[in-house]
């Protein structure tokens, strides 16, 4: 098959699959570009449904870069505690909020490179907050969706980069956004890192991994 036909074949089931399969969390809903930071840093080594449970507390407490900033280290541990890591993220996000205040007004930017240099952004959260606080056409590619793609695919090297052009390919003028946030969900779900549920999918018909591990 053309690589356009299969680029076609992987976007369609996925969205299909999508339409009834949605995970729902409340950062999903519209969130300010802070509560999406905050997010972001929160789900780092950390289970989705685990961050949801604890998702309104936690941003109830620090709710802004002001609120977040006027706040004692200690106190910011203490609202992370219930999920782990509450000292490397408190830092992080304390480190954050100065940066936003003092170099940007409180506001966070929605330039990729002056997110870039804010203490804890990497290209996945600056991701987010473009596509999802600020409404940009960009991928969203982490190491799930790139096990996704280089299962499907069969490329066993896939880079982030690359899986972010070839997603940038794949969608043309349509969401880019949207379908990275429908490939993160079919890797929670479906083609998990262990055990992927290849018997289910709708891609299992023109897989390379499904088709290579049959032969066994
Ligand atoms: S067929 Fe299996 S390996 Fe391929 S995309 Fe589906 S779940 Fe993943």
């Known amino acids: ?27 999903r809903k519209r ?31 620090l709710n802004s870069p002001i609120s977040t900033y006027n706040l004692k280290l200690s106190k910011i541990e203490d609202a992370l505690k219930p999920l782990g890591l509450h000292k490397s993220r408190a830092r992080q996000l304390k480190e954050a909020s100065k940066i936003i205040l003092e170099k940007y007004g409180g506001k966070i930017p929605d330039k990729l490179e002056e997110l870039l240099k804010i203490p804890g952004v990497g290209m996945y959260t600056a991701s987010v907050i473009l596509g999802m606080a600020y409404g940009k056409n960009i991928p969203i590619v982490d ?57 289910n999918c709708p891609l299992t018909s023109r897989c390379k991994f499904s088709s290579a591990t049959k032969n066994f």
């Open 143 to 199: 190491i799930n969706v790139v096990r996704v793609m280089s299962r499907f695919f069969g490329l066993s090297k896939l880079t982030l980069e690359k899986a972010s052009e070839m997603l940038m390919k794949m969608v043309g003028k349509d969401d880019a956004t949207k379908i990275s946030l429908a490939i993160i969900d079919f890797s929670a779900k479906i083609c998990k890192a262990r055990k992927p549920k290849c018997e």
């Open 1 to 27: 098959m053309r690589e356009d036909g299969k680029y076609a074949f992987f976007k369609n089931q996925i969205e299909n699959w999508w339409k009834t399969n949605k995970r729902i969390f409340p950062w």
């Open 31 to 61: 969130q300010s570009a802070w509560n999406l930071l905050v997010t972001a840093i929160l789900l780092r080594k950390t289970n989705a449904d685990k961050v949801a449970r604890h998702y309104n507390q936690i941003l109830g407490k």
